[in-house]
């Protein structure tokens, strides 16, 4: 079920980051929906879903991070 769109993403995604951050999360829940699709690729047991989500949540974490309830971008090192 990869989202065409942001505003195809669940509301507790869409909730929570701000735009830039959705892109991530879609562009990389869709990549890992298409990688997992065979379940030998997958760990455990997970399903493809969860699987998915869980990349797309890593991805946005490269990027941003949460300061109280709200994403922020990471600031660059120095």
């Not at 997992?36 to 990349?55: C, I, L, M, Q, T």
């Not at 490269?62 to 709200?70: A, F, S, V």
Request: net charge positive; proline share 6%; charged share 35%.
């Amino acid at each position: 079920m990869p989202y065409n769109t942001n505003k195809d993403l669940p509301d507790s995604v869409k909730n929570r980051l701000p735009e830039d951050a959705q892109d991530i999360y879609r562009e990389a829940f869709n990549n890992a929906w298409e990688q997992y699709a065979d379940p030998k690729e997958r760990r455990g047991n997970e399903s493809r879903e969860v699987v998915s989500h869980k990349v797309a949540w890593t991805a946005v974490k490269t990027k941003y991070e949460k300061q109280g309830d709200k994403w922020v971008p990471k600031k660059e090192a120095a």
